[in-house]
């Protein structure tokens, strides 16, 4: 829904979902509910922008024992009726330990998924409005951090190996700062963005 002042995304339509139908009776005579997922093959991640002196926080995933060779930003896949902002804060927290403030959305990116579950990948990136609060991690005293991350620092995006790519080349500070409509990523039509 959009007028020519601004966009609205229901974010509840990114909620993941199930549908109940009924399989079988239980003692009562009543029907039971069976859960079966509606669609599988989209993955939906929710990823963190959080920005800081001109740098952004960025982590590198562990690789057995070594890290990995690029950076990323923090984040994960959402959980079965987690809205959007619930998975990001549930993410960061078990990440860094630190809970969020999310703030706007400011990036949408679908790309064709390496995962062998998944066809696709839908990924949102929100601002958080308390980086002053990221400044000094310890993943060794979060729940995932240490398990699932090697470095969690603050970098300048235009001079690290930084994944999803576009994130190198886009002035983050404009689209927190300022009144920049979202930036959707469409990674099935050769690196097409487009503005919402």
Do not use: W
């Given at each position: 829904?959009?007028?020519s002042?601004?966009?609205?995304?229901?974010t509840?339509?990114?909620?993941?979902?199930t549908?109940?139908?009924?399989?079988k009776?239980n003692?009562?005579?009543?029907?039971?509910?069976?859960t079966e997922?509606?669609?599988t093959?989209?993955?939906?991640?929710?990823?963190?922008?959080?920005?800081r002196?001109?740098?952004?926080l960025?982590?590198?995933?562990?690789r057995?024992?070594?890290?990995a060779?690029?950076?990323?930003?923090?984040g994960?896949?959402?959980?079965?009726?987690?809205?959007?902002?619930e998975c990001?804060?549930?993410?960061?927290?078990?990440?860094?330990?630190?809970?969020?403030?999310?703030?706007?959305?400011?990036?949408?990116?679908?790309?064709?998924?390496?995962?062998?579950s998944y066809?696709?990948?839908?990924?949102f990136?929100?601002?958080?409005?308390?980086?002053?609060?990221?400044?000094?991690?310890d993943?060794?005293?979060?729940?995932?951090?240490a398990?699932?991350?090697?470095?969690c620092?603050?970098?300048?995006?235009?001079?690290?190996?930084?994944y999803?790519?576009?994130?190198?080349?886009?002035?983050?500070?404009?689209?927190?700062?300022?009144d920049?409509?979202?930036?959707?990523?469409?990674n099935?039509?050769e690196?097409?963005?487009?503005?919402?």
């Amino acid at each position: 829904m959009s007028n020519s002042n601004y966009t609205i995304l229901d974010t509840n339509l990114y909620r993941a979902s199930t549908d109940y139908k009924p399989c079988k009776y239980n003692q009562q005579g009543g029907l039971m509910p069976q859960t079966e997922s509606l669609y599988t093959g989209r993955r939906i991640n929710v990823r963190a922008i959080i920005y800081r002196e001109g740098k952004i926080l960025a982590v590198k995933h562990r690789r057995g024992d070594q890290a990995a060779p690029y950076y990323a930003v923090p984040g994960g896949g959402l959980d079965p009726h987690e809205s959007l902002t619930e998975c990001l804060i549930r993410e960061l927290r078990e990440e860094t330990g630190v809970t969020a403030k999310p703030g706007k959305l400011l990036f949408i990116q679908q790309f064709p998924s390496s995962r062998a579950s998944y066809e696709e990948e839908l990924e949102f990136f929100f601002a958080v409005d308390n980086p002053d609060d990221f400044t000094d991690i310890d993943i060794s005293q979060t729940t995932h951090g240490a398990q699932e991350l090697a470095v969690c620092e603050y970098i300048d995006p235009s001079q690290h190996v930084l994944y999803p790519e576009f994130l190198q080349n886009t002035d983050i500070a404009l689209y927190i700062n300022g009144d920049q409509p979202v930036l959707v990523v469409d990674n099935f039509n050769e690196q097409h963005q487009q503005l919402l």
